[in-house]
């Protein structure tokens, strides 16, 4: 059974930082799964924030370009996501997505609110 756990949203400031994970386990080859953040805010539809290859290669969704970083640490079968200069336009469920050969793995999100 394969399970992804993010973990460490929470209420940051304007202007702050945050870094999300996503950690993964169970039957799951996550070195070679491409792994991905999607957001959701309240009555938008989900987007996807960022993407990291297994190669390591990653994409942005313009919104966060410059200001968010993908990163993954297969050794401990973990993907981050290091949030700077966060705007409320950033408040959302963060998700974490797993993706290997059609196979498809969601995490339960984490909420993170950006707000003064």
């Known amino acids: 059974q394969v399970q992804l756990v993010e973990s460490g949203g929470g209420l940051v400031q304007p202007g702050g930082s945050l870094t999300l994970s996503c950690a993964a386990s169970?039957?799951?080859?996550?070195?070679?799964?491409?792994m991905t953040w999607y957001r959701q805010a309240p009555g938008k539809q989900r987007e996807l924030v960022a993407t990291?290859?297994?190669?390591?290669?990653?994409i942005y969704a313009d919104s966060v370009k410059g200001r968010f970083t993908i990163s993954r640490d297969n050794a401990k079968n973990t993907m981050y996501l290091q949030m700077n200069s966060v705007t409320p336009e950033d408040t959302a469920v963060y998700y974490c997505n797993g993706n290997l050969v059609g196979s498809i793995y969601w995490g339960q999100g984490t909420q993170v609110t950006v707000s003064s």
């Open positions: 990291i290859t297994s190669g390591g290669d990653t």
């Open positions: 169970g039957s799951m080859f996550f070195s070679i799964t491409t």
